[in-house]
């Protein structure tokens, strides 16, 4: 596609429900970020995708956070009995190459919203 | 660990003028590459601008500029001619060139362009 999409823009949950956050990235793109962004504060980091192969999930806040990217190409990031914490805006970028000069390019997001 | 600071969380600018958006980050790495980035409220974060910290001379692209003073560790943003479109979230971003590539963002500062 012409950019990065995400869906679903807005999910509304209670709190304990699993959750499933998609992310299409860009045609091609080899790298495939995901960041968590709070009311008010920047983007942090969650996890990284290399193709298929999650390299680096450092970010994910508690093991109630999975993501996977089985194919190399779409990617889902799963939450598992939710809390209130968890509301926030979840961004996805990709790159094509991830070497840090080529810029990434960013999904419009998944405000999640947990009750 | 690298951080990004964002002193101003808002600002605002008259229409046509010129305003400067301030940031610093702490790092001990000698090369590494710096991001601006705007946030409208539609949530997609855009690449405003880009430096590489081994280029000394200031990245320009139309009415954005930088000011990037390394050994101060200092990135500033500069933009000409401000136009009402201009009105946005505004985040500083760092990547290492090694590791993971990811984003290390301020916390961002809120540009309002009045008429």
């Known amino acids: 596609g012409a950019g990065v999409s995400q869906s679903p823009r807005y999910k509304v949950a209670k709190r304990g429900q699993d959750v499933a956050l998609r992310c299409d990235p860009i045609?091609?793109?080899?790298?495939l970020f995901w960041y968590q962004q709070a009311l008010g504060q920047g983007p942090e980091f969650l996890t990284y995708f290399q193709n298929e192969a999650q390299l680096d999930k450092s970010g994910l806040p508690s093991d109630r956070f999975f993501a996977e990217r089985p194919e190399g190409s779409v990617s889902t990031l799963k939450i598992q009995r939710t809390q209130q914490e968890d509301s926030a805006v979840y961004l996805c970028a990709s790159s094509l190459w991830g070497q840090g000069k080529q810029p990434q390019h960013f999904g419009d997001g998944t405000r999640l919203s947990i009750l | 660990a690298q951080t990004v600071t964002q002193s101003q969380p808002e600002m605002s600018v008259q229409e046509a003028e010129t305003v400067t958006l301030s940031c610093t980050y702490d790092?001990?790495?000698?090369?590494?590459?710096l991001f601006w980035y705007k946030q409208p409220p539609s949530r997609q974060m855009i690449l405003v601008i880009r430096q590489e910290a081994y280029k000394q001379q200031n990245a320009t692209e139309n009415r954005f500029s930088v000011n990037f003073q390394k050994a101060a560790k200092s990135f500033s943003l500069k933009i000409s001619d401000s136009q009402l479109g201009d009105t946005a979230m505004y985040f500083c971003?760092?990547?290492?060139?090694?590791?993971?590539?990811?984003?290390?963002f301020g916390t961002g500062t809120r540009l309002k362009v009045l008429a």
């Open positions: 045609s091609g793109h080899v790298s």
């Open positions: 971003a760092f990547i290492s060139t090694s590791g993971t590539y990811k984003y290390i």
């Open positions: 790092t001990s790495e000698n090369n590494y590459y």
